[in-house]
């Protein structure tokens, strides 16, 4: 496209595909309850594929390999489903004392501020800050997430969906080819596309279980109550670049402020600041590179789109989405300006290239 040619051709054209775009969302926000385990199991089964070429390459023959993920999958997420479903019920059992306690801190701080001529902040604030939604909102996200990952018939739907989509994989790339009619371009942008987003939900899921496995270690030595439950958020929302991080940290750091001394708050504090500096700001960019990044503003909107379409799970899962979007982006040249705009403001300097990972992106070929 030369630098004089419009980006808009037609009107009409646009308008048409507006519509369509707004036809697809309702459609979606409809189909929500069987789009929600279908996005899961094909962000699961797309993180799956690497290990599974790992063991194809050893070889192990593809149907050996999917039963090893298979069991795999069952014998870690049987026992870390009732752990973590029985977390969130011991939680959401104490939440309204916990609530109360917040709201008697915050019903102080307003008394301290009203007393120091403060009385129009304070009663600003009472209206605004409601700390303890905070709470709710995690005894909320509990009792969804642990009716999701105790419910028998979804976990067996989730995992026979993968298993399909896994064994699919393995053929995807030679229906693709005889689809159109042998085009190499079709092929390579398939496979760019894979690529990057396999290596992207392998950083990405890789970083998550450090951050929520070390925040679960802190918090429990800190002696902040239910430690296993603010690891798996700050697993879960680290999926939500830039400002998942800071949105898992608000709920811990409120119930230490009524269950902990000042030590043990500015320790709260402190681990959080310390464990999304080290993985977040450090280690997932020299993972990843410039590339495979989304502007602050593009998170935000996209966070409030998903969970409006798709529910909670649409909030945790609209990291993964929303790239997957701008990869796709990238990968045409007449679309690549827009996936430029959905990423961070360019840095000075020579590009950084993400990790190169042999072999990742590849799929298995064939079933033996």
Do not use: C
Not at 48 to 77: D, F
Not at 198 to 222: D, H, M, P
Not at 324 to 334: C, G, Q, Y
């Amino acid at each position: 496209m030369s630098d004089r040619e419009p980006l808009v051709k037609s009107p009409t054209r646009v308008l048409v595909g507006l519509a369509a775009v707004a036809v697809i969302i309702g459609g979606m926000k409809l189909a929500a309850p069987v789009l929600v385990p279908f996005l899961l199991s094909a962000v699961i089964a797309t993180i799956l594929i690497p290990p599974l070429n790992w063991l194809v390459r050893h070889h192990l023959p593809l149907s050996a390999a999917m039963l090893v993920l298979s069991l795999g999958l069952i014998v870690v997420w049987l026992p870390a489903a009732a752990i973590v479903g029985a977390s969130f019920d011991d939680f959401y059992a104490e939440l309204p004392a916990y609530q109360a306690r917040v709201q008697a801190l915050m019903a102080s701080i307003l008394e301290w501020l009203g007393a120091h001529g403060a009385g129009a902040g304070a009663a600003a604030m009472r209206d605004l800050l409601r700390p303890s939604a905070a709470l709710s909102y995690v005894g909320l996200l509990g009792g969804g997430l642990g009716a999701a990952l105790t419910n028998i018939l979804l976990i067996l739907l989730i995992l026979l969906t993968v298993i399909f989509m896994l064994f699919e994989a393995s053929d995807f790339p030679a229906k693709l080819n005889d689809a159109f009619g042998g085009r190499d371009g079709v092929l390579m942008t398939f496979r760019e596309f894979s690529t990057r987003l396999q290596e992207y939900l392998r950083i990405k899921t890789l970083v998550s279980l450090l951050t929520g496995g070390t925040i679960a270690l802190w918090l429990w030595l800190v002696g902040l109550d239910f430690p296993l439950l603010w690891g798996v958020i700050a697993f879960l929302l680290n999926y939500v670049p830039n400002i998942g991080s800071i949105i898992a940290a608000v709920p811990a750091v409120l119930l230490a402020l009524v269950a902990l001394d000042w030590t043990g708050i500015l320790l709260v504090i402190g681990g959080y600041i310390g464990v999304n500096l080290v993985f977040g700001n450090i280690l997932e960019p020299r993972l990843m590179g410039r590339g495979l990044g989304l502007s602050t503003l593009v998170v935000f909107l996209s966070l409030l789109f998903w969970g409006w379409v798709l529910g909670p799970v649409g909030m945790l899962l609209s990291g993964p989405l929303t790239m997957m979007i701008k990869i796709a982006l990238e990968t045409d040249p007449r679309t690549r300006w827009f996936a430029v705009l959905l990423g961070p403001a360019p840095q000075p300097g020579p590009a950084t290239e993400p990790a190169a990972t042999p072999d990742t992106g590849s799929l298995p070929h064939g079933r033996e």
